[in-house]
């Protein structure tokens, strides 16, 4: 092989390497197509001079050079058309970055004002996932707006007519086109809340089951401790329940019992979902929250506690439902029991931001995680 097709060939799988590497970074999105089509000309530029390398040499006799100066000239010329194209795109982002960075300054500083008015106006928001609640949600929001506070229901993928109801109602809605799961429902809320200024969260179920007229009870104890959690408990002196079988209380003692050995804090009743949240907690969870099934009772009160947030319990009064069926299946109680298990022995719990980092004008008030015993 003649010295000249040798190089003729190098430089024909040198361009096809170039313009197959460019394809691939556009495919993968790594590079914009405008820039690539600089880098294929190149690639394109030096095939060409590959397959034609006798008129290569030809323009090199007219001008004085050599073909691979010709290549140089030419890939130069190319490179310099592409590096002021980028000048242009980099000043451009500058200017770009520079007022996106002054109406963000403005931004934030507005968002500052409304949090620090709305900090001052100590506001609450009851928190009501729904999933074909239909039947009993209009009672449940009336019942909330009746007693005074602002209330939110999520939507959790009804296919009935919950959505419609708890508008009529008066509550603001957010729909989720799928089903989430009470979690997934409740970290909508609290990311809701956050937003909208307000500083604690309470929790009521669609069902009838958490009587609103005992949100009070929640306030009042939350307000009087400064506990960051505050657990409606069915455990404690004073507290009314529907009966619970032998075998629903013994998984519930065993729940305990891990919070208790995982984190030292004693919760009588860890899947109670009548509880209030307050901030900065109820900004930890509207971050991060688990979707799985008892992550919302269990795993929130055991993440809470192991990140040293104060909690407290009070007696309060659980009704039953009086339409549906609880989502909580024979077989869903199971896998939760083996799931918490693991969860809680294996530390692979989400994660929060600890009490002890937070700054002292966060912790508004330094309680010991304990229990109360009246309303």
């Known amino acids: 092989m003649s010295p000249g097709l040798r190089q003729a060939l ?4 040198g361009g096809v390497l170039l313009a197959a590497a460019v394809v691939a970074l556009v495919h993968r999105r790594l590079i914009s197509t405008r820039y690539a089509i600089g880098w294929l000309a190149i690639a394109v530029l030096v095939i060409l001079g590959a397959a034609f390398t006798g008129a290569v040499s030809s323009v090199g006799d007219v001008a004085g050079m050599t073909p691979t100066a010709v290549f140089l000239a030419a890939a130069t010329i190319l490179l310099l058309a592409i590096a002021i194209q980028l000048s242009i795109s980099v000043s451009g982002l500058q200017s770009q970055v520079g007022d996106l960075t002054e109406a963000n300054a403005l931004l934030e500083e ?4 409304k949090r620090a008015h709305d900090a001052a106006l100590d506001r609450t928001l009851v928190v009501v996932p729904a999933h074909n609640e239909a039947a009993s949600i209009a009672g449940v929001v009336a019942r909330i707006r009746g007693a005074g506070y602002d209330c939110l229901v999520v939507d959790d993928g009804s296919d009935d007519q919950t959505a419609v109801r708890a508008t009529e109602a008066g509550a603001a809605l957010l729909s989720l086109p799928v089903n989430l799961g009470v979690g997934g429902a409740l970290h ?3 990311r809701y809340a956050v937003v909208n200024g307000y500083q604690r969260v309470v929790q009521c179920d669609g069902d009838g089951q958490h009587p609103p007229e005992l949100i009070a009870d929640l306030l ?4 009087s401790t400064g506990a960051q959690l505050v657990i409606g408990s069915r455990f404690l002196p004073g507290a009314q329940s529907f009966r619970l079988g032998f075998s629903r209380r013994l998984v519930m003692r065993w729940f305990s ?3 208790r050995v995982r984190s030292g804090v004693d919760v009588k009743d860890t899947t ?3 509880r209030c949240i307050a901030a900065p907690l109820l900004g930890e969870f509207a971050r991060s929250f688990p979707t799985t099934f008892l ?3 269990f795993e929130a009160v055991l993440v809470a506690a192991r990140g ?3 909690i407290v319990e009070c007696p309060t009064r659980i009704e039953a439902r009086t339409h549906g069926e609880s989502t909580a299946s024979f077989s869903h109680s199971v896998q939760a029991i083996a799931r918490v298990t693991i969860v809680t022995l294996g530390g692979i719990t989400f994660r929060i931001r600890p009490w002890e980092e937070r700054r002292p004008e966060e912790q508004r008030f330094a309680v010991e995680p304990t229990r109360v015993r009246s309303p």
């Not at 507005?110 to 004002?113: D, E, G, H, L, W």
């Not at 009042?220 to 307000?223: A, E, L, W, Y």
């Open 308 to 310: 040293g947030y104060p």
């Open 110 to 113: 507005r968002v500052r004002t």
């Open 272 to 274: 109670s979902g009548f």
């Open 295 to 297: 992550g919302d009772t």
């Open 257 to 259: 019992f891990l919070v």
């Open 10 to 13: 190098v430089l024909a799988v």
């Open 220 to 223: 009042d104890v939350q307000r």
């Open 188 to 190: 909508c809320g609290f």
